[in-house]
C-alpha cells in the first residue's frame, strides 16, 4: 500500500472521495506550480483542462482540493456553499462614517458585463464597471476609464459538478448582488493586487450599493437614522453627497486622497 502511495505521489496524482457517490475522483496535477497567473482574473471557461481537471498552471493543490471536494459535495445542484475565509475591516452594523472610514477607494460607476470565474483563492463573478464618480481615493486610479469589481459570490458550472460561492447570509449583506445595467456604490477596502491593478474586491457587509429602478439598496446601517428609525436614500446621489462631506474624505490628515 505504501509503496503505491508513493507511485501515485510521483505521478502527481490526488484523490478526492466525492461524499455524494463515495467514489474517489481522480485530479492529475501534473509537475507545474503556481505561476503570477494565481493572482489574475481566471474565466470558468478556461480554468480546466480538457479531461475537466483544474490546470494546474493556474490553481494550487491546496486550493484545488478545496475546489474538487466542494464540486464532488454539489454534483447536480448547490447543497454546500464555500465563503470567503479573510474578513473584511467592517462588519453588518457599520455605520456609514466607519465604511468612509475604512475604505481605501470609494467608486460609483455603471456595470456593463459580467462573468463567473477565480481570483486568487475564491470563486466569484467579474464585473465590468464604467466609473462615473470616485468619492475618496480618486488619484489610485486617474485616468482609468474601466474598472472591475469581484463579488465573491457565484455558483459555477464545471465538468464535474458544481462549485459554490457565497459572499454572506444574505448576500452582501441588506444589497443584492448586482446584474449588468445596474449602477452600484462600492466601497473598497483594500488595494488591487492583480498587475493592472484595476481588480476591485467587494467582499458583503456593508461594502455595495445597488441602484435598482426607483430604488436605493443599500445595508440599513449607512442609512439616515431620524428617530430611531432609519430611512432608504432617495438616490445614489444624496448617498454620494454624504460621503463627499464625510470628515474622513474631507481631511486630508487621515490620508485620505481626493
Not at 156 to 164: A, D, E, V, Y
Request: charged share 20%.
Amino acid at each position: 500500500m505504501n509503496r503505491i502511495r508513493i507511485t501515485l505521489a510521483l505521478l502527481g496524482l490526488v484523490f478526492v472521495l466525492c461524499p455524494a457517490s463515495g467514489q474517489p475522483v481522480p485530479v492529475n496535477r501534473g509537475t507545474a506550480r503556481p505561476t503570477q497567473a494565481s493572482w489574475e482574473w481566471i474565466p470558468a471557461a478556461t480554468a480546466f483542462t480538457s479531461e475537466g481537471d483544474f490546470r494546474p498552471d493556474l490553481f494550487s493543490p491546496a486550493l484545488e482540493r478545496v475546489f474538487e471536494k466542494q464540486r464532488c459535495a454539489n454534483p447536480t445542484s448547490c447543497t454546500q456553499w464555500l465563503a470567503p475565509t479573510d474578513g473584511e475591516p467592517g462588519h453588518m452594523d457599520a455605520s456609514l462614517d466607519q465604511v468612509v472610514s475604512a475604505s481605501w477607494l470609494i467608486v460609483r460607476g455603471q456595470l456593463s458585463h459580467a462573468e463567473s470565474g477565480f481570483y486568487i483563492h475564491e470563486a466569484g463573478t467579474l464585473f465590468t464597471l464604467i466609473p462615473s464618480q470616485v468619492l475618496k481615493g480618486g488619484r489610485r486610479i486617474a485616468g482609468r476609464t474601466r474598472l472591475f469589481i469581484f463579488i465573491p459570490e457565484a455558483t459555477i458550472q464545471t465538468p464535474r459538478g458544481l462549485i459554490c460561492f457565497l459572499a454572506g447570509a444574505p448576500p452582501l449583506g441588506n444589497a443584492p448582488v448586482p446584474v449588468v445595467g445596474e449602477e452600484v456604490l462600492a466601497f473598497v477596502f483594500r488595494p488591487a493586487v492583480n498587475i493592472a491593478g484595476d481588480i476591485l474586491r467587494v467582499g458583503g457587509w456593508t461594502q455595495l450599493v445597488v441602484k435598482r429602478g426607483a430604488s436605493v439598496l443599500a445595508p440599513a446601517s449607512i442609512e439616515p437614522l431620524t428617530d430611531g428609525v432609519r430611512t432608504p436614500y432617495a438616490s445614489l446621489d444624496d448617498l454620494a453627497f454624504e460621503i463627499e462631506r464625510n470628515p474622513a474624505v474631507l481631511d486630508p490628515q487621515n490620508g485620505q486622497e481626493r
